[in-house]
Structures are given as C-alpha cells and as structure tokens.
C-alpha cells in the first residue's frame, strides 16, 4: 500500500509564493505520472500539472508561467512551486501518482494523497 503525504499548504497573500510537496510511502519500484489537481466546494478536481518520468509536462493554463513542477525519480517525490498566487489559486490542492509500480507487483495502480489547503487571501 502507498500512502501519499503532502506538504507546503497555508494562507498566502495575493502575489505570494508557496511550495508543495508530496511524498510517498511504500516499497515503490516505479511511477509513470506525477501530478497535482485541485478542487474547490461544488467544482470537479482539476489538473494542475503533472510531470512523466521522462521528464514530459503539462500546465493547466492558468498555471502556465506561474506554477513549476518538478519530480524526483530516485526518491518518487513531487513538488509544485507556485508564485505569483491569486485569489482563484485558493483550493484544496491533492497529489497524485498514476501508473504506480510496487516492487514485487504485476500491476500499476493509482493513487491520491488526503489533500492540503491553499488560502490566497490578503
């Protein structure tokens, strides 16, 4: 079993900057993709960004040149620095690992961390 942990959440003031990180626990052999959505009460999680183990990137728009996420494949460990924060940045901010491969296992499963708030607000 992995359990994913994030870090990094708070208030933050508009123009600010914040740092997530996640970390997974479990015996883990390999992770295809991984990223970082988030949600607000009543809308659908949304992509943020994510990251493949090659190194390939996407951005949801609005955090196109403002976010930057980056991983480490040694370690299975992700992080999204988040500058220039807005009021609409202000979520519930979750972690997530696809294509996760234990060591020992046949099959790639998915999974989510418990979610970390984000509060941009002066």
């Known amino acids: 079993q992995v359990r994913l942990v994030e870090s990094g959440g708070g208030l933050v003031q508009p123009g600010g900057s914040l740092t997530l990180s996640c970390t997974p626990s479990g015996n883990i052999h390999s992770i295809d993709v991984m990223g970082w959505y988030r949600q607000t009460p009543g809308k659908r999680r949304e992509l943020v960004a994510d990251?493949?183990?090659?190194?390939?990137?996407d951005y949801e728009d609005s955090a196109e040149g403002r976010f930057t996420i980056v991983r480490d494949n040694a370690n299975h460990t992700t992080s999204l620095h988040m500058n220039n924060l807005k009021p609409e940045d202000t979520a519930v901010y979750y972690c997530?690992?696809?294509?996760?491969?234990?060591?020992?296992?046949?099959?790639?499963?998915?999974?989510w961390g418990q979610g970390i708030q984000v509060t941009v607000s002066s």
């Open positions: 997530n690992a696809l294509g996760v491969l234990l060591v020992g296992a046949r099959h790639v499963t998915e999974y």
């Open positions: 990251i493949t183990a090659e190194g390939r990137i």
